[in-house]
């Protein structure tokens, strides 16, 4: 199986040129699962309630998720894509899932972050796995990384592969997921962007790359530079994310004692 990450550098609003961009480097791409940074064509830094207004979009209503799904359909391909996405009056900050047979679902950020706490609700969605076929996904976004309990969940509920789209600014991320991956002996892609927004006078936020592939035993099958857009592609056997034996005595996941972390 193929899977990649595209590190990007989107412009703030400008969200039909992030996507024609996007759209653009596709067709240069062979893989069977893409993913995208967090917001990915909204960008980030979102300074009003009503640009939230403004950007949110429904799902799988609305324009990105029908413009991804699309060209997942040309492109046979998986893509996990973060947006922002409103329903109703409630605002999340989401990754789909679309594949060739159109949309698959959707996860709504668990923990969100410093200044989304102002503009979104926290996710509701669960934490969720796909089976697509060749492996099963699981997804997060972003700072549910800083919360071993989320990657933790997803490969007790079967995922191979951790799909993490992020915009990440703290610099530990990279390391971490070194351990999210080895811990849960599952892969992790990590889709970051580069670049830097400081709008409506506020702090400036430098997203800091480093987009990785983490195979289950730690090892990094990829890592991107910290301010370069790139797309990268690796080759992966799922399978090795089924086998938690660490040696003839220890199962990761059958050694856990639940009962000890009672609280
Ligand atoms: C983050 O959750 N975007 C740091």
Redesign the pocket.
Known sequence: MRVGYLQSHPEFGAVQRNIDQFASQLGDVDCDLLVLP?LAFSG?QFATMEEVLALAEPVPDGPTTRVCADLARRHRLHLVVGLPERDGGTYYNSAILVGPSGFLGCYRKTHL??E?TLFFSPGDSGLRVWDIGPARLGVM???DWYYPEVARTLALRGADVVCHP?????PWCPDAMVTRSLENRVFSITANRVGREARAGKPPLTFIGASSIIAPDGTALARASAADPECTVVEIDPAAARDKSLNPYNHILHDRRPQSYAL
Do not use: D, M, P
Request: glycine share 0%.
């Open positions: 967090e980030y972050f410093f989304e976004i972003c700072f992020s915009n990440l600014v703290l």
